[in-house]
């Protein structure tokens, strides 16, 4: 397999462009990358073993799919794009090891499609992917609040998002996604990639960007799904404070209104001051003096 021409040069990208009449999708995000070092530096910085199970989104024409099977166990890719899924097929034929799914992402139960596909469930599990620049945010917050326990997560994805995931409180750059990725990972961005890299050319640069199973918090909260749901509601307006936000979301007058009041008190937070100033665990408390009393 290893004599097997790669897919990730220019020519050979063009090449099966050309052969099935693919044009590249804007709606889908496809950008398909060329440089074959820039694909073996994202199997190195995911530390990809033939021990592990590995879960590609957006495999494209299989350049990255290909590399990944080089290296794995079992590569189990999920593609949107019917026209690409007999190209994958014909692209990744000599690697026995790999599956596609022609499905969204976004509408699959990960937990279900691992248990069907992969033949040894138990296998360490990793995830490696050029996500569609389109849909970052929400294939991400939809793995990580799948808890399905990956062991590291290593994404592309366009530079000034990768920036956001390991931002820190004050920064411009601190949001929900920030607050979503810290809960469960620490992240880091491990090189950048040039727009050039791809055809066609992307407007943007990209990052490869690491994340890995973060220490144990010291506070934790009362339900998952609600602390996601606060994360998203402290950002609703961004400059507005965070009294604004949440009266907007649970009301402003009456019992609930002293509820919000009285959780902040205990929280001790500020009712003035604006979500992008609160720190991961003060969210988490904030949430469950909420959840305490009552709010949801």
């Known amino acids: 397999m290893a004599d097997y021409p790669d897919i990730a040069t220019p020519l050979r990208t063009q090449a099966i462009m050309n052969q099935y009449g693919i044009n590249t999708k804007k709606s889908l995000g496809q950008n398909f990358l060329t440089d074959i070092n820039i694909l073996h530096n994202i199997v190195r910085a995911g530390n990809v073993t033939e021990a592990d199970n590995v879960v590609e989104i957006g495999p494209g024409i299989g350049a990255l799919t290909e590399q990944l099977a080089r290296a794995a166990n079992q590569v189990l890719a999920f593609e949107i794009d019917e026209r690409l899924v007999n190209v994958l097929n014909d692209t990744l034929a000599p690697y026995e090891n790999v599956t596609v799914v022609n ?22 599990l990793k995830l490696v992917a050029n996500l569609p620049y389109y849909i970052t945010t929400p294939i991400l917050l939809q793995v990580l609040e799948s808890g399905i326990p990956f062991e590291s ?46 055809v066609p ?96």
């Not at 407007?203 to 994360?231: G, H, M, Q, T, Y």
């Not at 907007?248 to 979500?275: N, V």
């Open 201 to 296: 050319n992307p407007n943007v640069d990209s990052a490869i960007v690491v994340l890995e199973p973060r220490e144990p918090l010291e506070v934790l909260p009362r339900n998952e799904k609600k602390l996601f749901e606060l994360f998203r509601i402290g950002f609703t307006m961004r400059r507005k404070t965070l009294w604004n936000n949440l009266t907007t979301a649970f009301g402003k007058t009456g019992t609930m209104a002293d509820k919000l009041m009285d959780s902040l008190e205990i929280a001790q937070i500020d009712p003035k001051i604006r979500a992008e100033k609160l720190t991961l665990e003060q969210f988490i408390t904030l949430h469950n003096a909420l959840a305490e009393a009552g709010v949801y």
């Open 153 to 198: 997560i290593v994404v592309m994805m366009q530079k000034e998002v990768a920036d956001r995931l390991s931002a820190q409180p004050g920064t411009k750059e601190y949001g929900s996604l920030s607050l979503a990725v810290q809960y469960r990972m620490s992240a880091h961005v491990a090189f950048t990639v040039s727009r050039t890299s791809f």
């Open 103 to 124: 499905q969204d992402v976004l509408k699959v139960d990960l937990a279900a499609e691992f248990a069907e596909h992969f033949a040894d469930p138990k296998a360490p």
